[in-house]
């Protein structure tokens, strides 16, 4: 299996906001284009029931109408979505970050409201023009004219609420199709896992190595037994959830490493050093046992050479922790290779935890490392 360098390249503000702008789907177009017409519709009703003459500015109604809502869905989706998908999406979400989001969408608002209301002022929509509203008192007599000021605020904090809850909506959707996608792909590595891992080659060997341990050491050959059933029940008896512990990845990837232990003996040196402070982190379901099965596959089952594993998590800031899984390599580096697992690995990472990781492969001196960077995210049940 070739191993090259590679690692996740952070682009810059822009290219991830144009990336962020450009990327949809088909449900959201369709939803946005729905958006669309509502409020085209709605904003229509209106100004048929607020201005006098409507039949002499019928043209400029529909016309203004038209304006109002692409400026909605632009303002929607050129501005407010990519900083939702950048900033909220996949983040872990405390007080900070929801204050910096509700005066982002604040500001937006404002701006909104002074887009929409320089529409009217245009000469070709003057007829549209409903800035200029009269108080009527309970007499039924006209009042004074509403100030700027008030129409500014009144106006921002109608754009406010409608971009509030545009947003809220948008991030429900988000993570519950975010969500879905997750649970498809561990799924399919779930798939993966039994017939790649639990392969009948890799059950052939473990039935040798159990069939060699019984004449040798029974008590062995009983406890590999145990290990192998443990295992096969987890897998395939098991609901399988989207997002696991550390700790909870780590106990069935033990079990793995145990009967590849028997199976290569001496030939395998394993070593585990994860941090306690990190056993209640999240992670994808199966992330460990898979990057341990590419390590064995890739690393130690090609050599004849002993071999090691190396496992290690640790806290290196606040608000990021880090998993390294490293093994040794003595294969030839013109063996083919797939690398479907680590690319299995960064999609489920991905949609767990958007652009909030970091996530990097790397061979140095026939060592074999992959590393993961991933935000706090930690269970409260153990």
């Not at 979400?93 to 982002?104: N, Q």
Request: some cysteine; glycine content about 4%.
């Amino acid at each position: 299996m070739p191993y090259a360098m590679s690692s996740t390249v952070e682009p810059n503000w822009f290219v991830n906001y144009y990336r962020n702008s450009r990327n949809t789907s088909k449900s959201y177009r369709a939803a946005m284009l729905i958006m669309f017409w509502l409020h085209f519709i709605l904003t229509w009703s209106v100004m048929l029931s607020l201005i006098e003459v409507p039949d002499r500015h019928y043209n400029d109604i529909i016309l203004r109408s038209f304006l109002e809502a692409s400026l909605l869905v632009a303002v929607c989706h050129c501005l407010i979505r990519p900083y939702l998908r950048m900033n909220l999406i996949g983040s872990s979400v405390d007080i900070k970050g929801s204050l910096k989001g509700l005066l982002y969408v604040a500001l937006i608002s404002f701006i909104y409201f002074l887009s929409s209301y320089s529409m009217g002022q245009m000469s070709f929509l003057k007829g549209t023009d409903i800035s200029q509203i009269q108080v009527i008192t309970q007499k039924g007599e006209l009042g004074g004219e509403v100030t700027l000021l008030a129409i500014a605020i009144i106006g921002t904090l109608e754009s406010f609420a409608t971009l509030f809850l545009w947003s809220v909506a948008y991030l429900v959707w988000q993570f519950h199709k975010n969500k879905k996608e997750l649970q498809v792909q561990v799924n399919e590595s779930q798939i993966q896992q039994l017939t790649n891992q639990l392969s009948p080659h890799f059950l052939f060997n473990t039935l040798n190595s159990i069939r060699a341990l019984i004449f040798a050491d029974q008590e062995k050959a009983a406890e590999v037994i145990t290990l192998l059933s443990d295992l096969l029940r987890n897998q395939m008896q098991s609901q399988i959830q989207i997002q696991s512990t550390l700790e909870q990845d780590w106990l069935l990837t033990s079990k793995y490493l145990a009967i590849e232990k028997v199976r290569f003996d001496k030939r395998l040196e394993l070593t585990v050093d994860l941090d306690e402070s990190t056993l209640l982190e999240q992670i994808p379901t199966l992330t460990l046992l898979t990057l341990a099965e590419n390590a064995i596959k890739h690393g130690i089952s090609t050599s004849s050479k002993p071999g090691f594993i190396h496992i290690k998590s640790q806290t290196i800031t606040p608000n990021m922790w880090r998993l390294s899984v490293t093994n040794s390599v003595y294969s030839p580096k013109d063996q083919p290779g797939t690398r479907v697992g680590l690319h299995n690995v960064k999609k489920r990472l991905e949609l767990m935890f958007a652009r909030q990781y970091k996530f990097a492969s790397a061979l140095d001196n026939e060592q074999f490392t992959v590393s993961m960077e991933l935000p706090h995210v930690k269970s409260t049940n153990r």
